[in-house]
């Protein structure tokens, strides 16, 4: 869905849209599982910058709820992961702040988006919430064994007949050294 400063000019766009399983691309270990409902509110928000200097930002609050799938970071088991969320940004036109010289920015004005002259696409602001909105690591269970770095036998399910991992020789200069540390 794009939205555009023009479709704003009288009055707010209301929303309710629902981004289908496959038409976002989150990222190789993340899948979208079902339709992602998305309901919110676009906003024009005229930011007058001097005499007949006038930009025209966008305000997007709006929520979303759906279920993802997610890879174990440790033995790339598929996870179940429920997601929900809100946001509540502001986006500029790209060349309201093109000017080439350097200026300072208010902390305010950190938290502020662009988008492009064609307008903004909801589906890619989804796209960045829910990736923002997802656990740095997600495991399958908090004991989970993981993969043999050997064999790759999934070692949840069964043990492997490989032998422990030798220690690389040029570590055992530090053998015995937290022993010797005092504190």
């Given at each position: ?34 339709a992602l409902p998305v309901t919110g509110r676009a906003d024009l928000l005229v930011e007058h910058r001097g005499h007949n200097d006038m930009v025209d930002d966008i305000r997007l609050r709006a ?61 890619d602001v989804v796209r960045e919430q829910v990736l923002l909105s997802l656990p740095a690591r997600t495991l399958c ?43």
């Amino acid at each position: 869905m794009l939205i555009t400063p023009l479709q704003l000019v009288d009055e707010p766009l209301e929303f309710s849209e629902s981004i289908p399983a496959g038409v976002l691309d989150y990222a190789p270990d993340v899948t979208q599982i079902g339709a992602l409902p998305v309901t919110g509110r676009a906003d024009l928000l005229v930011e007058h910058r001097g005499h007949n200097d006038m930009v025209d930002d966008i305000r997007l609050r709006a929520s979303y709820s759906g279920n993802l799938e997610v890879l174990c970071a440790r033995c790339v088991d598929p996870v179940a992961v429920p997601i929900e969320g809100e946001f509540d940004l502001i986006f500029r036109p790209q060349e309201a702040d093109a000017d080439s010289a350097e200026r300072a920015i208010t902390a305010d004005e950190t938290e502020i988006g662009y988008y492009d002259n064609s307008g903004l696409l909801l589906e890619d602001v989804v796209r960045e919430q829910v990736l923002l909105s997802l656990p740095a690591r997600t495991l399958c269970t908090p004991d989970c064994k993981g993969l043999c770095p050997r064999c790759g036998q999934h070692l949840n399910s069964a043990s492997c007949n490989c032998e422990a991992t030798a220690v690389d020789p040029r570590w055992n200069a530090l053998a015995g050294l937290a022993g010797r540390i005092q504190t």
